[in-house]
T-cell receptor, first 109, second 114 residues
Framework: GQSLEQPSEVTAVEGAIVQINCTYQ??????LSWYQQHDGGAPTFLSY????GLEETGRFSSFLSRSDSYGYLLLQELQMKDSASYFC??????????FGQGTELSVKP | NAGVTQTPKFQVLKTGQSMTLQCAQD?????MSWYRQDPGMGLRLIHY???????DQGEVPNGYNVSRSTTEDFPLRLLSAAPSQTSVYFC?????????????FGPGTRLTVL
């Protein structure tokens, strides 16, 4: 089977940096993805790590360590609009994606 | 391009009724999936398809049927609705041709079963 663990909620202030961790147990692992979801909306893709290391996309970075079955999403220069739920997901063949339960990020002024 | 479309946006059913949630994509993606999301929870994979004529079960397939007769369409059928199926349903598509196998989600169908 597959399972993912991430914190249920994180609070940070505007302008700060926050890290959301994700640990996973899975078979047939292709990579670790991160998605953002605002209240009532559809999830949107943020980042993907197929190999170990850091991927950077603007204010967002994501890291993967396959040997540790661990990854994280790093959000810098937090803005109020970053308040949302963030999901890590493990991918396998055929576009199959299994999601974690999500981390609700609250950004305070 | 419309991307991934889902109909209806909202639906109320009575226990025991059946219905089909529609999903279509116009990006020629080979992979399509159905998820359900309950309040405060992540997305759970119901069924997925790797191409026309090929489907497989996800994490929570019971009570749902799917078929994939064309690349574009991937309907989800509830055979006999139960209150436990009250949820938001998202359809998604992806492709090996897209970097990171990014999944593109539809806007969701909000289903209530009374």
């Amino acid at each position: 089977g597959q399972s993912l663990e991430q914190p249920s909620e994180v609070t940070a202030v505007e302008g700060a940096i926050v890290q959301i961790n994700c640990t996973y147990q899975t078979s047939g692992f292709y990579g670790l993805s991160w998605y953002q979801q605002h209240d009532g909306g559809a999830p949107t893709f943020l980042s993907y790590n197929g190999l170990d290391g850091l991927e950077e996309t603007g204010r967002f970075s994501s890291f993967l360590s396959r040997s540790d079955s661990y990854g994280y999403l790093l959000l810098q220069e937090l803005q109020m609009k970053d308040s949302a739920s963030y999901f890590c997901a493990v991918g396998s063949w055929g576009g199959k994606l299994i999601f974690g339960q999500g981390t609700e990020l609250s950004v305070k002024p | 391009n419309a991307g991934v479309t889902q109909t209806p946006k909202f639906q109320v059913l009575k226990t025991g009724q059946s219905m089909t949630l529609q999903c279509a994509q116009d990006m020629n993606h080979e992979y399509m999936s159905w998820y359900r999301q309950d309040p405060g929870m992540g997305l759970r994979l119901i069924h997925y398809s790797v191409g026309a004529g090929i489907t497989d079960q996800g994490e929570v397939p019971n009570g749902y049927n799917v078929s994939r007769s064309t690349t574009e369409d991937f309907p989800l059928r509830l055979l006999s609705a139960a209150p436990s199926q009250t949820s938001v349903y998202f359809c998604a598509s992806s492709s090996d041709r897209v970097p990171g196998n990014e999944q593109f989600f539809g806007p969701g169908t909000r289903l209530t079963v009374l």
